[in-house]
């Protein structure tokens, strides 16, 4: 069975810290996205990761992929209120058109 | 642009009760997802379908029955609804099956099974 495991559970910190969440799993993917679910809503895709090794960014938030694209982690450089909610990784199965999902970092930002 | 629209937003149901749900897209997408929601765990696929009139099991799809009659709709039905179907319930769709498509999601329904 292939997991994805996303760490922390839960977060909070004060407006204006840096803060990094992790997807990690056992099994090689050949890609993997991050998405952000505020409450209420569904999920929004923030990037897709492909490359072993790769690392994007997108504002304050930057996303690497592990060399061996096993794990990815998503590093947040001071941040603000606005950017509290559920951050899930997603990451492609052995089956077709079927996604498999962390369970999410709830992310909370205190101003 | 409306993306993808879910009806209803919320729904209390009594044990044994039958229920569709609605999932409708206006971004001509091929792929459409049902996923339930719980906390603690991530999203789980109930069923899937790769276009106009296919459908497919997810991952936990006992319970559970689809339609995709038309392409821009996809029907989730509970035919006898018990407590652990209490969850919330997310359409999604995409473009293609390849991860540089994402999903779009709808905003969900929350449905409670008493």
């Known amino acids: 069975t292939q997991l994805l495991e996303q760490s922390p559970q839960f977060l909070s910190i004060q407006e204006g810290e840096n803060l990094t969440v992790y997807c990690n799993s056992s099994s090689v993917f050949s890609s993997l996205q991050w998405y952000r679910q505020e409450p209420g809503e569904g999920p929004v895709l923030l990037v897709t990761v492909v490359t072993g090794g790769e690392v994007k960014k997108l504002k304050r938030l930057t996303f690497q992929f592990g060399d061996a694209r096993k794990d990815s982690s998503l590093h947040i450089t001071a941040a603000q209120p606005g950017d509290t909610g559920l951050y899930l990784c997603a990451a492609e199965t052995d089956s077709n058109y079927q996604l498999i999902w962390g369970a999410g970092t709830k992310l909370i930002i205190k101003p | 642009n409306a993306g993808v629209t879910q009806t209803p937003k919320f729904r209390v149901l009594k044990t044994g009760q039958s229920m569709t749900l609605l999932c409708a897209q206006d971004?001509?997408?091929?792929?459409m997802y049902w996923y339930r929601q719980d906390p603690g765990m991530g999203l789980r696929l109930i069923h899937y379908?790769?276009?106009?009139?296919?459908?497919a099991k997810g991952e936990v799809p006992d319970g559970y029955n689809v339609s995709r009659l038309k392409k821009q709709n996809f029907l989730l039905g509970l035919e006898s609804a018990a407590p652990s179907q209490t969850s919330v319930y997310f359409c999604a769709s995409s473009l293609s099956y390849s991860l540089n498509q994402p999903q779009h999601f709808g905003d969900g329904t929350r449905l409670s099974i008493l």
């Open positions: 971004m001509n997408h091929e792929y």
């Open positions: 379908s790769v276009g106009e009139g296919t459908t």
